[in-house]
């Protein structure tokens, strides 16, 4: 009896260490292309970025590049769960460089939601996003 208990106690162990894994890879896919767009305000002045990310995930990590009409260069970021964090290391055919953070999170209808900070820019703005 007491073994058939010990054997209880175990298969509920186990069964509980199956059910928690998909936790740790609930991570949403962010991987593909996504169309951004970034509005930026301070003291009556806007600026208005619309990056095209084309992005690869591995786990958590995410690499790749991103594109606006100005500017261009490596993104690299994490995920969490639905939400998302992106620095875009863009620079302009001039020179100028700039360090875009972009933190969202994806709901249910598609789009992410979220701010977007540049070093060139000195207050935060709203950023929404789409898969392409």
């Known amino acids: 009896m007491r073994f058939l208990s010990t054997l209880r106690n175990v298969a509920a162990a186990a069964l509980v260490a199956v059910t928690a894994l998909p936790l740790a890879a609930d991570a949403a896919n962010f991987a593909g292309t996504w169309a951004f767009t970034g509005s930026l305000n301070y003291h009556g002045k806007s600026s208005t970025t619309a990056p095209v990310c084309t992005l690869r995930q591995s786990g958590n990590a995410l ?14 970021g994490t995920v969490s769960g639905r ?22 999170t994806w709901g249910a209808d598609g789009v992410v939601r979220g701010t977007i900070t540049s070093t060139s820019w000195p207050a935060a703005g709203i950023l929404t996003g789409q898969k392409t």
């Open 63 to 76: 690499a790749g590049s991103c594109k606006a009409p100005n500017f261009a260069g490596p993104a690299s």
């Open 83 to 104: 939400s998302i964090v992106l620095q875009w290391r863009a620079t302009n055919a001039a020179g100028l460089k700039a360090v875009a953070t972009m933190r969202g």
